[in-house]
């Protein structure tokens, strides 16, 4: 009787592992196979060697890059360098890309590990980069001052809070206010493995002000990108394990309300919007098992969804538009590739 006890329950384990093995495979859409493609328009740009996280274009064609993320898992190309943030000036025939000098006496550039970003201009044109960072694997969100004179950044200050203990993304709504994705619910590496593994979906999304912070939005399979409208009504979140993106309604207390979900065939990350047509970018990974698994004979490549304006997204047609923009392949061979570019 012991015996078959023991036997059930090893029966019932094995099949639990391997239901949640095979949805593990398909959350990581580890059948998902692509073909390089050839970009005739593409150029490699130098300099950029242990990959870019996240990306920020400036009205005025300057972007920002943030390079050398070491996140656990990921293959790191430089794991004795401390990351860095580049300057590409896009109205240049040929851009390369800046080192941007960081300033400030309580800043620690040793640590500096930095992730997503993004920018909020003032009123008097100061232009503020907010950028997730993981010193240690802690998460904290630097705040600079852009100096375009002096092409450096001026560390202002080191925002810390426990409702942002795992941050992949942000985007700023004011110099010190904030929407943030936290990708993990937990923040150690082993229990953030078995929180991905076994699909608990307790990422979250949160509002960051000096006053006021507050989770706005849960449930999620890997919170990641995160953006905004040009008219700031309307926030976007990828869940990338779920290969999701979310539209909310923003309100004028910052809460959130669910508007609707679109379907993706890819590991979407990181989301830019054209600030002109409300175009919706999104850098995707075909396939997760490529990114934490890392081969450099057969690398993880990327790809870019595009042009899903939001009006056409409140209008569900999003189906129609999607097919008719297209989608762009390239074999990287960066493990982390995750923005599509634009800027005209
Ligand atoms: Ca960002
Ligand atoms: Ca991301």
């Not at 990108?225 to 309100?251: C, F, L, Q, R, T």
């Not at 175009?279 to 790809?303: A, Q, R």
Request: hydrophobic residues 35%; contains cysteine; aromatic residues 12%.
């Amino acid at each position: 009787m012991a015996k078959l006890m023991v036997l059930t329950l090893l029966g019932l384990g094995l099949a639990l592992f391997r239901d949640h093995r095979s949805s593990y495979l398909t959350r990581m859409n580890a059948f998902r196979e692509i073909k390089p493609v050839e970009l005739p328009n593409c150029k490699l740009v130098k300099g950029i060697e242990s990959g870019s996280e996240d990306l920020e274009v400036l009205h005025n064609g300057l972007a920002f890059i943030s390079t050398g993320l070491k996140y656990p898992g990921i293959k790191v190309f430089e794991p004795d360098k401390p990351g860095k943030i580049l300057l590409m000036d896009l109205n240049e025939e040929d851009p390369t890309v800046l080192e941007l000098r960081i300033t400030g006496s309580n800043f620690d550039l040793s640590s500096f590990n930095p992730h997503g970003i993004s920018t909020f201009t003032d009123e008097d044109n100061t232009v503020y980069l907010l950028v997730v960072s993981h010193p240690d694997l802690k998460s904290t969100v630097e705040l600079f001052k852009f100096q375009e004179e002096e092409k450096t950044l001026l560390h202002l200050k080191t925002i810390k809070h426990k409702l942002l203990p795992k941050i992949n993304d942000i985007v700023a709504v004011g110099p010190e206010h904030f929407y943030a994705t936290n990708d993990h619910y937990f923040v150690d590496t082993y229990l953030t493995f078995w929180e991905m593994y076994l699909g608990l979906a307790w990422s979250y999304a949160v509002y960051y002000s000096p006053n006021e912070v507050q989770v706005m939005a849960s449930g999620f399979d890997f919170a990641n990108g995160i953006n905004i409208s040009p008219d700031g009504k309307y926030v976007y979140i990828a869940e990338s394990m779920a290969h999701k993106i979310h539209v909310y309604e923003k309100h004028a207390n910052w809460t959130l309300t669910p508007l609707k979900s679109l379907d993706f065939d890819t590991i979407v990350d990181n989301i830019s919007v054209d600030p002109v047509t409300g175009d919706l970018w999104i850098g995707c990974h075909p396939n997760g098992m490529k990114v934490f698994f890392y081969d450099p004979e057969n690398p993880p490549g990327s790809e870019g969804e595009g042009t899903i304006s939001h009006q056409v997204v409140c209008q569900k047609r999003v189906k129609e538009k999607k097919e008719t923009a297209g989608t762009t392949y390239k074999m990287s061979k960066w493990s982390s590739n995750n923005f599509t570019l634009f800027y005209s």
